[in-house]
């Protein structure tokens, strides 16, 4: 499966942003869908994870509360919605799709987007 993310942006603290990933290829129900994050010089964090139906989310605890992943399996797309951001979230965020329900490891996915650049200013 190929995956294309899109959304990131800059916003100062306190804002919103909305992240899109957009599959194609094999058929997209069959995957568990993450969102990750990365900063310079840092491991890729786990961020968020929907399961293959959406009746199932689980999120990274400094996440929690301030941000939604969800999916449509209609439209092959999984998205992240970003509220009440902070500094700390600048990162470049991955979506991922794998077959392991609540993997929180990169090892856990196989496939990866490109990656988005998100910016949070104070």
């Known amino acids: 499966v190929q995956l294309q993310a899109s959304g990131g942006g800059s916003v100062q603290a306190g804002g919103s942003l ?7 290829g094999r058929a997209f129900s069959n995957y568990v869908m993450a969102w990750f994050r990365r900063t310079p010089g840092k491991e890729r964090e ?24 969800s999916r449509d399996n209609a439209k092959n797309t999984v998205n992240l919605q970003m509220n009440s951001l902070k500094p700390e979230d600048t990162a470049v965020y991955y979506c991922a799709a794998g077959r392991t329900w609540n993997g929180i490891r990169a090892d856990d996915y196989d496939y990866w987007g490109q990656g988005t650049q998100v910016t949070v200013s104070s």
């Open 18 to 24: 909305r992240l899109s990933c957009a599959a194609s």
């Open 46 to 69: 786990f961020v968020a994870v929907v399961n293959w139906s959406a009746s199932s989310t689980y999120y990274e605890d400094s996440v929690k509360g301030r941000f939604t992943i």
